[in-house]
């Protein structure tokens, strides 16, 4: 099945910089991407996402970069606040589940934004 | 946040004791999963079902049961065969169409074992 490494599992940044989150993944056939951030105490929900014929997705602060070659994605958030301190979650479709929307996830990172 | 929801919040079990966590959806979602979450561990795939009536083990099914006898309602039963059962435990939906994949998520059940 798909396996997905998430780094670094820990991540502390200042307010206004820029926070980088990488995952590989093992399934050349995997085709989409989900970023999930979770907040303290609450579910998942998510941020962004790209879909395998696309390099690269913005959402204002937050984009996805997508580098199908060597199988990796990672998350970019900008001008960092700090709201965005919660643990985030990177996702690929396991292997018989692209249909259906099942997804093996990345074991998270705890990004914090000192103020 | 409407939409999934689970109860209880929170949930106390005596070792030797079977279970239940609900878990319902109004969404009209066809697909519906079973996480449990521990710390430094991610997300783990306990089960899942694609249709009422039907449901397949995720990467950690050992000790837990499910059903699906309804679209709306996929219930499950941490059995006393869970060796460590006190973890997070996260319901999801999604459509189930290749149109839309986000998985939906409940509010979560903290499951403790005393």
């Known amino acids: 099945g798909e396996n997905v490494e998430q780094h670094p599992s820990t991540l502390s940044v200042q307010e206004g910089d820029s926070a980088v989150i990488k995952c590989t993944y093992s399934?050349?056939?995997?085709?989409?991407f989900p970023w999930y951030k979770q907040e303290l105490g609450k579910r998942p929900q998510l941020i962004i996402d790209i879909r395998s014929n696309v390099g690269e997705k913005k959402d204002q602060r937050i984009a996805v970069t997508l580098n199908k070659t060597a199988k990796h994605f990672s998350l970019h958030i900008t001008e960092t606040q700090p709201e965005d301190s919660a643990v985030y979650f990177c996702?690929?479709?396991?292997?018989?589940?692209?249909?259906?929307?099942?997804?093996?996830f990345g074991q998270g990172t705890i990004l914090t934004v000192h103020p | 946040d409407g939409g999934i929801t689970q109860s209880p919040k929170y949930l106390f079990r005596k070792e030797g004791q079977n279970v239940t966590l609900s878990c319902e959806q109004n969404?009209?979602?066809?697909?519906m999963y079973w996480y449990r979450q521990d710390p430094g561990q991610g997300l783990r795939l306990i089960y899942y079902?694609?249709?009422?009536?039907?449901?397949q083990k995720g990467d950690i099914a050992e000790g837990y049961s499910v059903s699906r006898e309804k679209k709306e309602s996929f219930p499950l039963t941490v059995t006393s065969a869970q060796k460590n059962p006190t973890a997070f435990y996260l319901c999801?939906?999604?459509?189930?169409?290749?149109?839309?994949?986000?998985?939906?998520f409940g509010p979560g059940t903290r499951l403790t074992v005393l």
């Open positions: 996702a690929a479709p396991s292997k018989g589940g692209t249909s259906y929307g099942k997804l093996t």
């Open positions: 969404l009209n979602h066809d697909a």
């Open positions: 399934d050349s056939a995997s085709n989409y």
């Open positions: 079902s694609q249709i009422v009536n039907d449901f």
């Open positions: 999801a939906s999604t459509s189930g169409t290749s149109g839309s994949r986000e998985q939906f």
